[in-house]
Structures are given as C-alpha cells and as structure tokens.
DNA sequence: GTGAAAGCGCTAACAA
DNA sequence: TTGTTAGCGCTTTCAC
C-alpha cells in the first residue's frame, strides 16, 4: 500500500519546481506547452490526484459547495439535490448537504457549519419560518457567495447574491386559466404564509387568472392553511361547508401535498373529483400519478433548477475571471401537467 | 471583518504554546485542568472555530463522511440521510452524499471521489447492479473503515467493514402472516433480484410464513420483476391473466411502488382491493397513505438506520480507542403498518 | 504538564 | 517561462 504521489513527487521526478508543476495542472497560462505535456502525462500515469485539503487550507476556502434545504423527504428537494450534485461533481466540487427542517434556528446553524466548513459557496433554499437573514449576510461577509434556489430571500440582493426560481405566477396562473377553461366558476385556491415569494406569486397568478376571465375573486375561497396532508383536508373541510351557492367547484392547492390531503377529505364526503371538484396541485411529486384520480400539477423543473444554481454560483467565483461576481436572477418556465384530478372530459 | 481566530492566537493571548493549546481543547488527559480551563473559555469568548482542512492535512483525513446511496427521490433513502446527517453533525462530522443512480460505474466513481477526498469514513447501501467490489476493497486498503447499510454486499467482512441492515425477513414474514390472518390462501410475490440480500430475505420469509401455515408455495406466484410502478403492474397483469383457480387472493410486493402499479391495474380491471385482492407493499413510502385504498406496508425506520450506520463507523475509527475497528452487524426490527389495503374486515 | 520543532501538500508572491 | 521561498493552521513526536 504505497502513498498517493503528491505534488511535490511529480516535480521531482520531471526535474521541475512544485510550483511549476502547480501552474501546468491549472494550465496556467505562462507554462509551456511541452512541459504542460510533460506533467500531464506524469500525472496520467502515476494517478495523481491533487490533495484537496492542502489546497483548501492554501487558499482558505474548500472545494465544497454548501446546500441548505428545509428537507430532503419530499420530490422536489430531492430532484433539485440530484441536479446540484451532477453538476457539481462535473465541476470539480463537493457538495454537503444540511437540513433547516423548516427552522430558522437550523438554518443559521447550517450556515454557519458551512461557514466554518470554509465552503467555496452556498445554495440555499430558505426555510418559511426565518425571518431575520443575518446568518446570509455573515456568509456573504465571509466573501461566500450565495445562490438562493426556489426560495428567496427577497431583501438581500447584492454583488455575492444569485437566485434561480421558478415562474410561480405563470405556473399558477396556468393551472386556474386550465381550471376555468374545464367550466370551473368559483376556484378556491390553498395558500401558504404569502410573506414566502413562491407562495404569494402563486396566489397573484390565481388571482390574475381569475380577473383575466373576467370573474371577481371571492376572499373566503383563498385559505391559508398548512401545506400539509393535514392542513390541506382541514381547508377542504372548511370548503365544503359552505353554502351550496358559495362552495367552490375547483381548488388550486399551493401545492400537492395539500391537494392530496383535500382530495381525500371530498372523497370521503362523497364529492366526485373531477365531476363535482376540479382539483389540481403544485409540484409534481411522485405520488401524483398515484393518487385516484391522479392529480393535475406544475413540474418545478428540480434538477434543472440545481443545475443552473450550481452554474450561478461558478459565476460568482473568483476564479470566474474578468466577469466574476456578477448576481443574476433565473427564471425557469414551469411546465403544466393536466392529470384527471381536473379534467371534466 | 476581522480574521477567524486561530489556535496559535489562543495560545499567544494565554502565553501557551500552540501544543498545549490543541491538547487541551482535545481534552487530552495530561493538561492540567486549570489550563483546560483557560483555554476553553478564551476558546468561547473568541468563538474559536478550528481549522477543519488544517487538521485534515495533517492527520491525513478529513472530518467528512461519504454516503453513497443509489438514489435521493424516495423516501427511505431521503430518510437515511436526515437520520446520517443529524448523527453526524451531533459528532462533529460533515457529510458528502453520492448517489449511485444504481450503476455500478458510478458507484465505483462516487467510492473513488470520497477516498479522493480522504473521509473518515464510508456509509454505503449498494446498488442493486453491483457485481465487482474492487473499489470497496480499496477503500478498505486505504484504512477507510466502511459501513454498509440496507442493502450489503455479503461477501465482504473484515475489520473495517461493519453493517446495519432491517430484519427484512421478519418484516416479510409478518407481513404474509397478516395476509393469511385475512383469510387469504393464494398469497403471491412481487420481488427484485434475489442476488439482493433485501429481496432473498424478504422472499424468503414469504416461503417461510406459506410454509407455516401447511401451504406449499406455488412457484408462479413469485414474480420476478423491476420493482417500479411500471414493473409491478406488468407482474400484476400477468397474475391476472392465471385461470380463476391459480389466481392470488393477496400480493405481497417487495416493495411500495410496484405495490401502487400494481394496484392501478387490478383496479383498473374491476378487482376490488382488498375484497377480491389484499395488497400490501414494503418501505413505508410516504405515498402509502395516499392511495386509494391506503396501502399497507412495513417500515424499514430509515432515520434509526441512519444513526446506527454513523455510530457503527465511529467505533471503527482509530480514536475510538481500544475496542476499536470492531466490525459489528446490527439488525433492526421492522414495523408492520397495517392500512385498508389489507384488511378484509 | 508544557514547549519547541517539524511538516502535512499545496499555492502565490516574488525573483531570476 | 521557471524556480525559490514562505506559509496556510493544525497535530504530533520528542525533549524538558
């Protein structure tokens, strides 16, 4: 079992500086051509492989990426972690996941870990429940750049700063324009706390849509709730009990956890669904193709959206060159998927 | 912003040497306590964080765990990894997770990334396609102890490599139990390869509850298949399609998503579930409560296994002190969670 | 019980 | 274009 060849083995035996030997593998570029050859070939042969810890401690900083996510039981996260994963490993970087569990105090623990981890950059999907963002603005000090995914947080903006967040207005507002165009009248719509940017455009998309058409939006058909299994069958329940003239004939939960818990509590009150109530969610998790009838959803494009937040953050590095550090916002498009849950054929 | 303090500038402001310093916030046993003392308060006042790179570099690992699970989009593995993470995090540990996307190539990769970046530890469920265990041996080589967990590789055993696995065998057992305990006769088996330990055991129970009720197993109702949603309603399709004696009355699904697929079809056909049909499935996915019927299934408690892997792979760790690098197996109970799918009333 | 010294493997300023 | 030098922050002999 013979040592791993370091750095310092390969300049030897090519007669060379370390540093030049450095200077060839980042293919720097004031190293000639044939000795950039020459190391890389050594390299090759003897399987070098560049200590990272050595680096890290030199430069001050890792090769890791820090992910924060409010947790990882659940489709979406999970898809958005694949995709961050992927690209990041084609980029040469770590990733580290941590859990907020939707927990303020989590989450500037996580961060700090991170912090402390010397990570060469965070993504960070924001836990509903934070209210005070000093935890980001300590990263950012420390010269991390930061990317929020799906979640933002709308103050902070600034030259560290990348987000990359799906069109929640036009995912929302595509359902209920899908809802009204299956003869949908009164369209309920299940919220979470509107302070959280996916869950307040999602609500101005159902409001929109409702305008558009012409129909005047009715306030006791926009319930916040949970957006849980739970929450959402409570704020069915809370539906259904209203007066025949004024009982929704479509719900648009904010997403498809709530939806399911909904669906379940009409079945269960023997409310037909799609026939009596259109019914559709958000976020394409797995089970909506399980569900009876399976539920119409928007795909949040998960792994598209870890991908381009790696590739934001890559931006945002010193390395970048010229260009780095510039913030930049993405949108993605989301993609509607009408299931039965919402089609009256 | 003012630099992060370093060891040496404890030991400088208490007029100790860094030696001293790093013993005593080791709690190493010859520092007297009264200079413990010292240091672990200036340690808190400054909030002194150490250097984790730095310390790797020298001790020639880092305080990183690598978990290289098949997959993240689903909920037993996501639940490993909460359960991982928050162990890990309580230890001082980081974690690095990969994923396998149950490719054996990949997985040798993600084994050779971790070893790359000297973790102190590997945590591993196997992909299923897995036939060469090179790259485990070599981790082991390198004195990187290894945890296998759910899913091991069997023929590996030596003192670096422990194990945490569900007693799948139980958990199928009182799961046909259940089945025949409805009244059931012709008890059938969707299950995955049985080169899997999960699947032979799982089968094997099956065998052995039939067998324990004076039934002779009837070879087709084991059904060979890809344990998706997709695979278990073609496995469905073809149990159907058995004249109306050799039909089963109950199915036992290797796991929750074939259970689903093949629930869709048998409803689809006119079977009613779990009157004409019981199901049941295995993982306790969080879908399972969601279908219609609900569904039932046997809980493999993810988050518990996540904890013991990280426990069993700090008692191999060369700190641990005396007893360490004992190899150990450990082998959880799994819980039987009965849903209407089941149960014939 | 504490200190001095060396070095983990790499990179970056500076010199040639 | 390449080499020299220094040092990132920590741990660990070895000496006292």
Redesign the pocket.
Same mark, same amino acid.
């Given at each position: 079992m013979n $040592?791993?060849a370091? +750095? +310092?083995?390969l *300049?030897k035996t090519l007669? +060379? *500086?370390?540093?030049? &030997? #450095? $200077?060839?593998?980042?293919d @720097? @570029?004031? &190293? #000639?051509a044939?000795?950039?050859a020459r190391v890389r070939a050594l390299a090759a042969e003897l399987h070098?492989?560049?200590?990272p810890?050595?680096?890290g401690?030199? $430069?001050?900083r890792s090769n890791t990426l820090g992910v924060v996510v409010p947790h990882l039981t659940g489709y979406f996260f999970a898809q958005v972690i694949e995709g961050i994963a992927s690209e990041a490993r084609q980029a040469g970087f770590s990733v580290m996941v941590c859990q907020s569990d939707e927990n303020a105090a989590h989450e500037a623990q996580a961060i700090e870990l991170l912090i402390n981890a010397q990570v060469a950059g965070i993504l960070v999907s924001r836990s509903d429940a934070t209210q005070d963002f000093a935890h980001f603005e300590a990263a950012r000090q420390q010269g991390i750049p930061l990317v929020f995914f799906d979640r933002v947080v709308e103050g902070l903006k600034g030259p560290n700063i990348s987000s990359v967040t799906l069109n929640d207005y036009l995912g929302a507002r595509q359902v209920v324009e899908h809802l009204l165009a299956q003869g949908c009248r009164r369209v309920a719509h299940l919220t979470g706390p509107l302070t959280v940017n996916i869950h307040r455009h999602r609500h101005q998309g159902y409001l929109d849509a409702l305008a558009a058409a012409g129909l005047t939006p009715d306030p006791r058909l926009t319930v916040l709730c949970e957006l849980s299994q739970q929450g959402g069958g409570q704020a069915m329940r809370r539906l259904l009990h209203l007066s025949p003239k004024r009982r929704p004939d479509a719900v648009f939960a904010s997403n498809d956890l709530a939806a399911v818990g909904g669906l379940q509590v009409a079945r269960r009150q023997g409310v037909r669904v799609p026939q009596d109530l259109a019914l559709a969610g958000f976020s394409n998790e797995v089970f909506t193709t399980l569900t009876e009838p399976p539920l119409t959803s928007v795909d949040q494009r998960g792994e598209q959206m870890g991908r381009t937040a790696v590739q934001l953050l890559q931006r945002m590095l010193p390395a970048a060159g010229q260009h780095a550090r510039t913030p930049r916002g993405i949108v993605l498009k989301p993609h509607l998927l009408i299931r039965e849950s919402s089609l009256r054929g």
């Open positions: $040592r791993r370091s +750095l +310092l083995d *300049a007669g +060379l *500086a370390a540093s030049t &030997v #450095s $200077r060839a593998l980042a @720097h @570029h004031d &190293v #000639s044939a000795t950039k070098y492989q560049p200590n810890l050595a680096a401690l030199r $430069r001050g």
